[in-house]
């Protein structure tokens, strides 16, 4: 079995090491805009952030968290159940709630807490089947194994592959079933099926859970989100997750759905209920997010004309390959590396070996550009990539720097064995 624990850690360090999967925090110095980075005296352009919109330096929001800090204090003191819940938070619930057009909404601390109070909520209160795609978020994916631990029965269908799931839907006995999905793929930048998931998810009695971090705050004509784009309105089986860390430059998430079912997650859901509540001050700001996002649309406008102008300048780039329409799952061997299918800020060029993709993250960091190296275990084993993401605060003219070094450094570190 296992070594005593401190050999055991430096042996896995050390294996870790040698397979180029080694992650290694970098601290960051202050930045007036979440497209710049200073790292250890190194400064440059940053694609690492999802702050999409660039909100998160924006005055009228650190303006907000100010004021927010000076009318409630810095913490919220206790969990929300307890006294930690304030108008603050439910302004911006039912602020929320109207923006997307649900009947009602609840603030969590983060996605993270919010995707564990979803799914394991229901997995401990009744027999449940859970049926998730392949690709969603490690929080999901960690909210699968604590209902599945606590008896649910738990399948990932393959990659927006909706056979499988109507198969799997039609056998299930549970009376308790849940269709699981990210809106938009985090690593990938695709957006799920939704309006067949939705509709599969309702003739089979089964709620819809959708994670949509990456599409609340920049997709449809408003920023509603995933189902906007998809000119959907919200139904009484969704269950609709959003986040405040990336379109809106803040923190923390909400869970929208009907009144009852907010009034449930209140009674059943363990990361609402024995966590420390939002700072109201948060939430206050968070309110002002919002505002900014319904109200700058210019800063969506942006980075639709920035998300054009970077797939066609990689399109133009030697030996890539480039995926111009959605496709079908796992579809692609070629040896180059390739840009999929995506409409959102996250553009992803998937490498294949996590050594290579260390390496050329290393070099762009060299040239003044910092784009992380994502690895296995965030991506499947042999696809590793360089994950660009997009922001308002990006011009054209760094995109075309970043493109214009890109070609040299591929050529520098050649396609490795995937
Ligand atoms: N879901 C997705 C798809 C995410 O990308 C993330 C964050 N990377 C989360 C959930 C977690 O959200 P938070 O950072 O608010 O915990």
Redesign the pocket.
Known sequence: MHDSSPSFVRGWLAERQDRGLLRRLRRASPVASSARFVHDGRQGISFAS?DYLGLAHHPALVEALIEGAKIWGVGAGSSALVGGYTEAHAVLESELAAFLGFPAARVFT??????LAVITAFAREAPTAIFADKL?????VDALQLARAGGAKVRRYPHGNLSFLGQWLEKSREPVKLVVT?G???MDGDIAPLSALSELARAHGAWLIV?D??GFGILGPAGQGSFADAGLTPQSHWLW?V????ALGA???AVLGAEEAMLWLDQAARTHIYTTAMPPALAHAVHTALQLVREETTRRDRLAALIHHWRQGVARLPAIEVIHAPEPPESSSSALPRLPFSRTPIQPLILGSPGQTLAIEQALAQAGFFVPAIRPPTVPEGSARLRFSLCADHGEAELDALLEVLSPIFQQFPTADK
């Open positions: 999802n983060s996605g993270y807490a919010a995707n969603v978020h490690a929080s999901l990210d938009v793929f985090s994670d971090a990456h997750v986040t405040f860390g990336k923190m923390g998430a």
